[in-house]
Each structure stands twice: as C-alpha cells, then as structure tokens.
C-alpha cells in the first residue's frame, strides 16, 4: 500500500478576514445554484406555493376592491396588497427553511455540511440566499398572475429586478428568523408550530394589506420594527411607483439580514450536537 | 510529515442537560491512528464511538484533552482539519431532489475545488464508484448501494487524506456491503488515505481494518490489530468474542446508544430498503 497521504493545504490554516468574506460569496453562489437545480427537477412547488398569495389577490383582493373601505391612494386595493402578497409569498417559503434544516440534521445532510471547511456563517448566508432563490421564483409567478388579473404594476424589467432583490433580501431575513428557531427548539413538531404561529402575525402587523396609520397603535409599533414593512414599501415603491424612502427600507433589510445570519450561524452550532 | 494522522490525548467530553445528570460520553481518551491505516472504533451503543469521530470531524467542541489531524489541532484548525477530511455518515445523507452528479459537484464546490478540475474530479469518484451511467439520474431513484457509493463519492471528491466512516454498511444487503469494502480497500489502495470507521459489524472490521479499538463507557478497552485482539481473548476466539469479552453483558443506557440514536439507525435502515 502506498502512503502518499495528501498534504494540509496551508491556505485553511490561518484564515483571515477576508478569506472568510470570499468563501461565504462563494458558498452563497453554490447554495442558491443547488436551490436552482432542485427548482429545475421538480417545478411543482412553485406552482403549489404560488395558489395561497393567488387566491389572496383573486380572492382577497378583487372583494375589498369593490369594498373600497381601506384608503390606498391613487392605487386600486389589488395593486396596493400585491407587493404585500409578493412579500408573503416569500417569507412563507423561508420561514418554513428551518423545518429543512431539521429534516437535513436528521438525515446527516447538515453534518457532512458542517464538516466541510464552510465556516458557520457562510452556511446561514448560503442557506438563506437559497431561500431568496426560491422565494423570487415564486414571487414572479405572483408577478405575473398580478399582470394578468390586469394589476397596474410597472413593466420596467431593472424594477422588477431590483424587486427580486427585495424580495430576495426580505426572504433571507425570515430564512434566518427560522433557522434561528430551529436552532433553539431542534425539533421538527415544535418549529412547525411556531413557524404557524408567527407567519401570521409577521404578515398582519405589516402594511402588507393595509396602511399602518389605519393600524391601532401598538399594533403600529410591531409594524414598525417588523422588516416585512420595510419589503413591502420598498416593493411598492419598486412596482408601483408609490413614494418610500428607499435607503432607510434598505438599511433595516440589509442589517435585519446581517443580524439574523450572524445569530443563526451562532445558533447552528446547537443542531450539530 | 512526521506527526501521525489522528492524535488524540486525555480526551474527555461530558454532556451536560437540565434536568439530567452530567453524561460522560468519551472519558480520558488516548490514541493514535497512523497514516494510510484503517482503524477501526468498536463497542456498544453508547460506547463513545460517535462522540470521538464527533470530536475528531469538528461537529463537537473539544472540552478536555487535544485531537489533532495530520498536526492540526481540531480546537485551533477547524477549517485546515475538514479540508483534510471526507465524512460519510451513520444516516442517508445525499440531497435527493438532485442527480447523482450534482450532489457531487455540490461538495467539490464546497471543497473549493478549482473549476478547471471540478468536472474531472466527479467524473473519476463517479466512475470509481461505478455510479457513471446512473449519474444524470436523481439520487431518490438510486438503490441502498448505490446511495452509500453516492455518498463516498462525495466524500472523496476533495481527496481527503482522512475518510471518516461512521457506521458506512449499516442497512445494506450483503451485496451491497461487499461492495462497500471494496471500494473502501480500493480507495486505500490508489490514494493511500487514512480510512477511521465505527461499526458494529465485526467481519466488517475484521476485513477492513489494521487496528481496532474497542470502547466501552466512553473509555478505552483494547487497542490492536485483530488477530492480537483475537488471540489476547482465546486460540479460537473470533471478533465477536472479543467484542462481548470486552463489552459483556454491559447495556448502556446514554444519549449515543438512546432512542434518537435507534431511531435513526432504523430509519436509515428502513430508507436502504
């Protein structure tokens, strides 16, 4: 027998900062690229997450457009709600993302994962970018179910793509959210009931469905602090043109993902054990 | 390199649970696996088998003692240890909404296998693993077989100059054990790796490995070649009388050999048909 044994590579010995930055950009370009293989094996999913957000707008949003009983501006109701359901749509994808995680510690996915020189928090990022991915699939299935139920929303292609850039952003945040859990309850049964639990109230105390200043005042402080208001205004500002101020929607996406991330990666480390 | 490939010295790893009683999994362990060697790590449930590989691939913290693989220690080189490192675990761990071929490719990326060889690489563990011409399939087609020679694959993909198995046959028919060992022989042969594998089947080890270690109650009990194991215990002894030599009648009841840790060996079993 030979022994030929392979040499440690010396670059994974003292890694730095910016070997850290480069490997999670990479890891996150590999997750959503396994996310993209899996949607092109199996596009049924798409379709069966995409009927709850079409029956909200044919449903939903074609009655209380008749109602006119929530003030909306110079927008029907059923263009004011799509970006909030295009919204929901996606964070109902993510937030379900920590559930698979689960699935992944018990089928020893995560563990050989966890064994390959990814650091922690390229894993969370890459995980929730792979929740982008497949949320700003079925966001456009939304897109374009809105389009031919005749919604008044842009059709500049840089809109739409700097729309699934929020939406992307928005999900990932949620993604985290999720994996978060899952790293504190680490059971399959108990984060499903919670993901049930806090889907709700995430998308109702927002201004998915309607403005926040209708909202009763307490109510107006979850909204506040809950990003999924800031997706959805930027999203209307996107695909509506209604008035937002982009940099402070951003700023609260890009720093609830950045937080998120670094708590779920500190959390991961719990499902390994 | 002069260091050997596993160093592992006083190491000891205590769980610690609300309202449990502290659990010691791995107690004052010491031993050594030199290169090329196929060691073997066997005993009961709940021996310590799983917590030590545990230790050694970085999915657990080393709270007292050192590992260290190929002179890195684990603690300190997380990152240099698992890119030295191929993993397959106890459970089915392949993704399978994707082919065979793309689950490979997932980890040469995750192994920061440069493009220009990446396809080479899968091409060659997938033929080794005679897996070629199922490799455009999805792997939730695959057969119990074929899935471990999947996962081999995908731990060989970086070349690894340590290949953790844990529990690699568990489930399989005779045939697809057998073929398991050869390709584990003939990966030994052709890059001359440090192969370091739990099992609790005793002929496994019996052909397999060039030394074995048998722990009972996270502590070391023997440590030898099988024919010295063999021959300590009895001129006729088999394997199987020096493991129940040195496990006896002993039925632990811990965290490792405990319900999860049965359930999920059925599960696997149950998924390999």
């Known amino acids: 027998m030979s022994v030929k044994a392979a040499v440690p590579p010396d670059v994974w010995v003292s890694r730095g900062p910016l070997a850290t930055i480069r490997v999670t950009f990479s890891r996150i370009i590999t997750f959503c690229l396994v996310e993209l293989q899996k ?19 044919g449903i939903f949003g074609t009655t209380f457009s008749r109602v006119r009983a929530i003030p909306t501006g110079d ?32 089928a020893g996915i995560l563990a050989k994962l966890l064994v390959t020189p990814t650091p922690r928090v390229a894993l969370a990022a890459g995980k929730a970018f792979a929740a982008g991915i497949r949320s700003v699939a079925i966001a456009l ?82 909204a506040r602090v809950n990003p999924m208001s800031y997706e959805v205004s930027m999203l209307r500002g996107l695909l509506l043109g209604q008035p937002t101020n982009y940099l402070a929607d951003l700023t609260v996406l890009i720093v609830a993902g950045v937080v998120g991330i670094a708590v779920a990666s500190y959390l991961m480390g719990r499902l390994s054990r | 390199m002069d260091s050997d490939a596993v160093e592992i010295e006083h190491l000891t790893h205590v769980f610690r649970a609300r309202k449990h009683a502290p659990h010691i999994a791995v107690d004052d362990l010491s031993l050594t696996v030199a290169h090329g060697e196929c060691f073997g790590l066997l005993g009961p449930n709940g021996a310590g088998k799983t ?60 192994f920061d296998i440069p ?39 995908q731990a060989l993909v970086n070349r690894p100059a340590l290949l953790v198995l844990d529990e690699p046959t568990v489930g399989l028919d005779p045939v697809a054990r057998d073929s398991v060992w050869g390709h584990v022989r003939q990966m030994r042969e052709e890059f001359g790796m440090t192969v370091l594998l739990t099992t609790h089947y005793m002929e496994e080890a019996d ?29 006729r002894a088999t394997l199987e009388d020096v493991f129940r030599h040195y496990a006896g009648a002993d039925l632990n009841d811990d965290s490792e050999g405990g319900l999860a840790s049965v359930r999920q060996g059925r599960r696997t079993a149950g998924r390999l048909g």
């Open chain 1, 39 to 57: 949607l092109s094996h199996d596009r049924t999913e798409l379709f069966t997450r995409a009927i709850q957000p079409i029956l909200w707008l």
């Open chain 1, 75 to 106: 927008v029907s109701y059923l263009a004011f709600m799509s970006p909030g359901v295009i919204a929901q749509s996606g964070m109902f994808v993510a937030i379900f993302y920590g559930i698979q995680i689960i699935w992944e510690r018990d």
């Open chain 1, 141 to 222: 299935v939304v897109i374009a179910f809105a389009l031919i139920i005749r919604v008044d929303l842009t059709l500049n292609p840089l809109k739409w793509l700097a729309a699934c850039g929020v939406v992307m952003l928005g999900s990932a945040f949620f993604c985290c959210l999720s994996l978060c859990i899952a790293g504190l309850v680490l059971h399959r049964d108990r984060l499903m009931g919670i993901g049930q639990a806090i889907t709700m109230p995430l998308f109702f105390a927002s201004n998915a469905l309607y403005p926040i200043e209708m909202m009763p005042s307490w109510v107006q402080v979850l």
């Open chain 2, 51 to 110: 917590t030590t590989i545990r230790l050694i691939n970085t999915l657990l913290p080393v709270q007292t003692g050192s590992v260290r693989v190929f002179g890195h220690d684990v603690a300190h080189h997380p990152m240099a240890v698992r890119a030295l490192m191929g993993y397959v675990p106890q459970q089915l761990s392949i993704e399978s909404a994707l082919t065979g071929r793309e689950n490979v490719e997932w980890f040469a990326r995750l």
């Open chain 2, 115 to 153: 493009r220009r060889e990446r396809r080479a690489r899968v091409d060659a563990v997938l033929e080794m693993m005679q897996l070629t011409e199922s490799a455009d399939r999805l792997a939730s087609t695959y057969s119990g077989g074929m899935v471990r020679r999947l996962e081999l694959a």
């Open chain 2, 207 to 235: 052909m397999l490995c060039d030394r074995i270690a048998m722990m009972n109650r996270g502590r070391l009990s023997a440590l030898g070649s099988p024919d010295d194991l063999k021959r300590a215990v009895g001129p």
